[in-house]
């Protein structure tokens, strides 16, 4: 249930209302826009009266709201959120690109990929450090070593960090890490998902490989329910019949999230097409339809890539995509 508070009510009699429903045994999740403030009802509201409430003097409409998702949800919070890492702002008319190698792979490797990509305007540098891997054969990453050289690849460039936490256990070991992805494969990881909501680190959270949109969000709401508000969510392709593409990027899931919820939703056209050639059209569509931000991944010698070198981008068409999308970014705010 959402309660809508009329203009220029006083802290004072608002703080007496989210008392008095706080007595109800809810828990009030408190939305202030810059003309009216939205109290979020979460917990059993079955024992509210919903025209008692909407009576009060101070309240200017009261709804039910049905989907399961409470925080996250753009009725319970109209503005957008941004969060902020650092100096860079993500959502809210805030476009971030995110770029690196899927892999951190060595010092020369990472430090020359952040430096290209930085040049290219790219945000915040991305590498895998503990990859999930479909089998157990295959690189699965340099682990505590390879945080360690995605931070000085930080030094050398100023770009904040981002990378993949797979456990529970590994987290004291991203401490100093900028942004903690959860990969499409720990989605509904919930025990991760709520020791991430205790941090307040910014969490990418990334689209899981068969999850609905109102799957995505119950697992932004694990989150978020356990104290941590910064979440950026992630389209990055999911599992339907066709094989041509690594995955199918649903890019209506969007305008779509854009909807549903106020935080930012970024693409990852990398791992939605595993196409090297796919990735900067999808990239432009991306933009165009509204996202607030890429996750594109660029290696400076694709072939010898220890991961996803097929789709991965070289530094050089990095840099005209990423001008490609800020053309379009530009023509979308007209
Ligand atoms: C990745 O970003 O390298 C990755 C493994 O992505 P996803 O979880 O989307 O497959
Ligand atoms: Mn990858």
Same mark, same amino acid.
């Given at each position: 249930m959402?309660v ?10 608002r703080d007496?209302l989210i008392h008095w429903l706080k007595?109800l045994?809810l828990d009030i999740h408190i939305s202030?826009? &810059?003309?009216?403030?939205v109290l979020g009802l979460v917990g ?6 919903? =025209? ?6 101070? #309240?200017?409409?009261?709804? *039910? ?11 319970f ?26 892999? #951190? +792979?060595?010092? +020369?490797?990472?430090?020359? #990929? ?7 305007? !790219? ?10 891997? $479909? ?8 682990? !505590? ?8 690849? /930080? ?6 960090? #981002?990378? +993949? ?12 890490? =900028? ?40 697992? &932004? ?8 508000? /910064? ?13 041509? $593409? ?6 209506? !899931? ?13 693409? =990852?056209?990398?791992?939605?097409? @595993?196409?090297? *050639? ?11 339809? @509204? ?13 010898? !890539? ?7 981008? *070289? ?20």
């Open positions: 959402i809508v508070m009329k203009p220029g009510v006083t802290k004072e009699s007496q007595n045994g202030e826009g &810059a003309y009216q403030t059993d509201t079955t024992k509210v009266d919903m =025209d008692l409430v909407s009576s009060l003097e101070i #309240v200017d409409s009261v709804k *039910r709201v049905t989907e399961p998702f409470k925080c996250c949800n753009r009725k919070h109209p503005e957008d959120t941004v969060v902020e890492i650092g100096d860079v702002k993500v959502g809210k008319g805030h476009f971030c690109m995110i770029a690196g190698p899927c892999s #951190v +792979e060595s010092e +020369e490797q990472i430090v020359a #990929v952040a430096k290209a990509v930085k040049a290219s305007g !790219a945000d915040m540098l991305r590498g895998g450090a503990f990859k999930p891997r $479909t089998s157990p054969y295959d690189f699965d990453g340099l682990k !505590a070593t390879g945080l360690e050289l995605l931070k000085i690849a /930080r030094a050398e460039t100023g770009l904040p960090i #981002v990378s +993949e936490i797979m456990s529970t256990e590994a987290l004291p070991l991203f401490e100093d890490v =900028d942004v903690l992805q959860v990969g499409a494969r720990n989605m509904q990881n919930f025990d991760l998902l709520r020791e991430l909501g205790k941090t307040n680190k910014p969490i990418l959270l990334k689209r899981g490989l068969a999850n609905t949109l109102k799957e995505l969000l119950m697992s &932004a709401e694990y989150i978020m329910a356990s104290g941590n508000e /910064r979440v950026i969510l992630c389209e990055r392709g999911i599992r339907t019949f066709d094989d041509y $593409t690594r995955n199918t990027l649903d890019l209506a !899931a969007v305008p779509m999230l854009h909807e549903l919820t106020h935080l930012p939703v970024i693409v =990852d056209p990398s791992h939605a097409t @595993g196409v090297n *050639r796919l990735v900067p059209p999808m990239a432009m569509a991306a933009a165009a339809c @509204g996202a607030d931000g890429l996750i594109i991944e660029v290696h400076n010698d694709p072939i010898h !890539a220890l991961c996803d070198g097929a789709q991965s981008l *070289r530094p050089e068409q990095y840099e005209e995509v990423a001008e490609k999308v800020r053309e379009i970014r530009r023509v979308i705010a007209k």
